[in-house]
């Protein structure tokens, strides 16, 4: 039987070649994290709804920053099985406990993809004979961790759902394959 990870990995075309440039990238992505993560938060910071939400709290931000450093470096894990799938799903659901709402998470990813795999890619592989495909690699590991992080969303969205109401899982599979 093939796994959820397996089968978004095979949906989303992310080849042994891919893990395999991914690998090869971690010291550039450890090069470059820092630089990303500055811009990428000066960009949320300027969006009111999200800058509350990242002070919420004293030192937020700094924490958030390193979260966000070790995802990037982590992209170039190579391996993408269940571990990878649980760090990414909590990951999801933290972002459920705090109230993020997926366009959210979704702007952020995009976000990812358009910047920080521009800036690896450029930086460290400027002339490198691979460097769309490093790109496409990137890009595509990205799309896996989306993925998996609205799979949690949903998840645990339901979960909310079910608990408020009292509904049973089955029928609210029952309610939802009948509004189709």
Same mark, same amino acid.
């Given at each position: ?8 990995? @095979? ?20 090069? @470059? ?11 949320? !910071? ?15 931000? #700094? ?58 890619? #450029? ?9 769309? !495909? ?47």
């Amino acid at each position: 039987m093939t796994t959820f990870i397996d089968e978004i990995k @095979q949906l989303g075309e992310l080849t042994e070649e891919d893990r395999a440039l991914l690998a090869e990238m971690r010291s550039a992505i450890e090069e @470059q994290a820092p630089e990303i993560v500055e811009r990428f938060y000066a960009h949320l !910071q300027t969006f009111p709804h999200l800058d509350a939400i990242l002070n919420a709290e004293p030192g937020r931000v #700094e924490r958030l920053k390193g979260h966000l450093k070790n995802w990037l470096i982590t992209l170039a894990d190579g391996t993408y099985g269940d571990a990878y799938y649980e760090r990414r799903y909590r990951i999801g659901k933290r972002h459920v406990e705090v109230g993020l709402e997926p366009r959210y998470v979704m702007g952020a990813m995009a976000y990812c993809r358009a910047h920080a795999a521009q800036m690896i890619v #450029e930086t460290a592989y400027a002339d490198d004979a691979q460097k769309a !495909q490093r790109a496409q690699a990137l890009n595509r590991v990205m799309d896996l961790d989306l993925n998996i992080m609205l799979q949690s969303y949903d998840d645990h969205r339901i979960a909310q759902f079910l608990e408020v109401t009292g509904f049973s899982r089955e029928l609210f599979d029952n309610l939802m394959a009948g509004l189709g």
